[in-house]
């Protein structure tokens, strides 16, 4: 009973500091950048094609770069995106948008009329607390991954 006991005792304190452990696995945000960002803005783009996507970007304006630092991906209204340097000093981040237009979906009692259906994408969590105005932007500062929030994003008259 006693071996039973310190068995139940030891998995107790295991999963206790298993469960303390994931908490230094939070990102953390930094205060000041060693790099200067011009204004954040997105835009949404239209498509004149009849079901095209409706898509936005996120453009990273950095103004002065010293060190040279990568930005690497960018959390905004719920989704992640890879950042693509531009030809100026520009960061852009590509998003999908919800849209209007739902897609037909197969129903049916023969397994084999439903074979054309996709499966639902499953949005990312995103592990970030954001408004609809602020996105977190991470680089590579040496080997480390930091993050950077910013607030107060544009939305510029749309792109046809």
């Not at 996507?53 to 995106?81: C, E, H, M, W």
């Not at 890879?82 to 852009?92: G, M, V």
């Amino acid at each position: 009973m006693k071996t039973i006991k310190n068995i139940s005792n030891t998995l107790l304190m295991l999963l206790v500091m298993i469960s303390f452990s994931k908490c230094s696995t939070t990102k953390k945000l930094q205060n000041a950048v060693p790099f200067i960002i011009g204004e954040v803005y997105y835009q949404h783009l239209i498509e004149d094609v009849k079901g095209g996507d409706s898509r936005f970007n996120l453009f990273i304006p950095v103004t002065s770069n010293p060190n040279s630092i990568i930005l690497d991906s960018v959390y905004f209204k719920g989704q992640q995106a890879k950042l693509e340097a531009s030809k100026k000093p520009l960061f852009i981040g590509r998003f999908k948008a919800a849209t209007n237009q739902k897609k037909d979906i197969i129903m049916s009692s023969d397994p084999y009329a439903e074979y054309g259906n996709e499966v639902p994408e499953l949005p990312k969590k995103v592990p970030f607390k954001l408004e609809d105005n602020e996105c977190v932007i991470s680089y590579k500062q040496g080997n480390t991954l930091k993050y950077f929030k910013i607030s107060n994003i544009l939305l510029k008259k749309p792109k046809h």
